[in-house]
Every structure is written in C-alpha cells, then in structure tokens.
Antibody, heavy 121, light 111 residues
Framework: EVQLVQSGAEVKKPGESLKISCKGS????????IAWVRQMPGKGLEWMGI????????RYSPSFQGQVTISADKSLTTAYLQWSSLKASDTAIYYC??????????????WGQGTMLTVSS | QSVLTQPPSASGSPGQSVTISCTGT?????????VSWYQQHPGKAPQLMIY???KRPSGVPDRFSGSKSGNTASLTVSGLQAEDEADYYC???????????FGTGTKVSVL
C-alpha cells in the first residue's frame, strides 16, 4: 500500500526548535517529490514547499522561504519539515503529500495523516 | 501568496447536483491544464478527487467531474450523497516561480 506516515502531534513553546517527519512506503520514494502543506485552525490549505528526495532539490513558496527548512533522507525514505524558532502563528496542521511531476504532473496524489503543531507559552 | 477564489459554501439535497467554482488568473488556472480538486472531511487529510482539470483517479465515483473555462475551473458533484458533505479545495500549477496555489475552500452541505 502506498502511504505517507507522519510523526505525532507536538506541543512546543515559542522560540523552540522542531523537526517533524513524513515517511513514505509502498512506492519508489526517490521517484516522486514530497510537498508540505499548512492548514491553520479553521483555514484553508497553503503550499509551503517541495523536495525531490533523489537529489534533495528543494523549492519553497515565497511565503515560507526563510521561515522553514525542508529536507529528506532517502535512505530512510523520510522527508522533514523543521523550524529553528517557533512562533505562536506556526500553530497549524502540517500535511505532507506526494507530488507527481512525471506521469501525472502537478498532482498531490497521496497525503499523510497530518501533524498537529501547537505553539503556546 | 495569491489564492484561488472559491465560494465559501454550496449545498444541495440528496440526488441533486452542486457545482463549485474556482477562479484564478491567466498565470495559474487559465494558463495550465493542471487544476486538481481535493475533498477534506472534518479531522481528515485531503483526498484527491480530480486532476488535470477533468480526470478522476481510480476509486473516485464518476459522480465527480471537472471542467475549465478561461480562468475559472469547476467541480460538479452529481447525485449528491450524504458522504459528499465535506470541504473541497481546488489547486493549480502556477508556473516556475510560485509553483502551486490552493483555493480558499468550499464547504458542501447535503441538506
């Protein structure tokens, strides 16, 4: 079964750092991009950035450039999203999604279950 | 980042049809045939329903269909069922600089 499994919910304080993960299985992890998508409480979906695990080529949405870091470890078939200094406004659910750019381009076809992040003092 | 404009809500009775619009610009929806639609039930992850404007992934009922005219894409759900009650988001490729943009979301209610 093709799936993306994300790490569990986090509760952090402002200023703390964090790295959440997204593990792919059931497919060739290095043949697809992984995207990260934010959903703030009661709000819509926002594309944050994408990474190609084969060579770690990474692209960021202008809105998130410099705010987060996306990385991947192809040996672990895992992608990561990290913050160096969290803010209360980072409180949201973060989804990873598989992005096909070759067979069916520009489609987020498989989604992780989401990681809920709460940042509060 | 810019977003695609969707109506906040839409509704219909069981068996009826509902159509949701998704309006962008010539830099995204109008410029490419890479519009997708995602269904999200409360507390769940989004699920792909339509891709490349009008194609359905395996397993998605043929009650779901997509189309596009100019800078506006549409999702139609025919023969509404209770389980279709959810939030729906459109998405479009937006070129090599911005890459992707999502719609504002539409809550579909089955009356």
């Amino acid at each position: 079964e093709v799936q993306l499994v994300q790490s569990g919910a986090e509760v952090k304080k402002p200023g703390e750092s964090l790295k959440i993960s997204c593990k792919g299985s059931g497919y060739s992890f290095t043949s697809y991009w992984i995207a990260w998508v934010r959903q703030m409480p009661g709000k819509g979906l926002e594309w944050m950035g994408i990474i190609y695990p084969r060579d770690s080529d990474t692209r960021y949405s202008p809105s998130f450039q410099g705010q987060v870091t996306i990385s991947a470890d192809k040996s672990l078939t895992t992608a990561y999203l990290q913050w160096s200094s969290l803010k209360a406004s980072d409180t949201a659910i973060y989804y990873c999604a598989r992005l096909d750019l070759f067979i069916t381009p520009h489609v987020f076809d498989i989604w992780g279950q989401g990681t809920m992040l709460t940042v509060s003092s | 980042q810019s977003v695609l404009t969707q109506p906040p809500s839409a509704s219909g009775s069981p068996g009826q049809s509902v159509t949701i619009s998704c309006t962008g610009t010539s830099s995204d929806v109008g410029g490419y045939n890479y519009v997708s639609w995602y269904q999200q039930h409360p507390g769940k992850a989004p699920q792909l329903m339509i891709y490349q404007v009008n194609k359905r992934p395996s397993g998605v009922p043929d009650r779901f269909s997509g189309s596009k005219s100019g800078n506006t894409a549409s999702l139609t759900v025919s023969g509404l069922q209770a389980e279709d009650e959810a939030d729906y988001y459109c998405s479009s490729y937006a070129g090599s600089n911005n890459l992707y943009v999502f719609g504002t979301g539409t809550k579909v209610s089955v009356l």
